[in-house]
């Protein structure tokens, strides 16, 4: 029987995964494109995102409580330097082996940890959204695995409408589906 740990572990890297492949479709010229987040364009987001992968995998490693490892830095090539982050914290969580572990992750709160399974479930809803946002800024389609959206959908509805980490909700369309309620919660605009 798989534990929490190694559930969340492996969704959160096929999520991640799964992000990855979409950034492999970008292009130079796609980087100016907007995306679903209110003032980024895609070499924004990619920044951003690389930057959450290399202090999550600081956090894995213990030194999640420097803040210069969540800080975005230039990239000569931000397609490159996403792959390699992505590597990099799918590499650092398959290290954990206690989910109880603390994780400093400072852009979360700065007064305790998280436990390692919890910090990697915030880590995997954040990429199963970041992948969307990449796809929507690419203007291909986004069909992520059921299973992939079944896991996130209980983690979305729990985030508070008061964190930081996302913009507002957004009013749910009647019968939406897993992914417009997960992306609606965390304040992405879904189009019927």
């Not at 959160?12 to 799964?18: G, M, T």
């Not at 895609?42 to 956090?59: P, Y």
């Not at 417009?180 to 965390?186: D, G």
Request: charged fraction near 20%; aromatic fraction near 8%.
């Amino acid at each position: 029987m798989r534990t929490n740990l190694e559930r969340i572990r492996a969704l959160d890297a096929e999520a991640v995964r799964l992000s990855a492949g979409l950034v492999r479709q970008t292009t130079v010229a796609d980087l100016a494109r907007d995306t679903p987040c209110a003032g980024w364009d895609l070499a924004d987001l990619l920044a951003h995102m690389t930057a959450q992968h290399h202090g999550f995998a600081a956090a894995a490693r213990g030194s999640g409580g420097d803040l210069a490892a969540w800080a975005p830095a230039p990239a000569a090539d931000p397609i490159a330097a996403y792959a390699a982050a992505a590597d990099d914290v799918i590499a650092a969580f398959a290290d954990v082996t206690d989910g109880g572990r603390p994780f400093a992750l400072p852009e979360f709160a700065t007064d305790r940890g998280f436990p390692a399974a919890q910090a990697i479930g915030f880590h995997f809803l954040d990429y199963v959204v970041h992948a969307w946002d990449v796809a929507t800024a690419l203007g291909v389609p986004f069909t992520p695995d059921a299973d992939l959206l079944d896991a996130a959908l209980p983690l979305a509805l729990a985030v508070p409408p008061t964190t930081t980490a996302f913009a507002p909700p957004l009013p749910t369309p009647p019968a939406a589906d897993p992914l417009a309620r997960i992306l609606t919660k965390l304040g992405r605009a879904v189009r019927p």
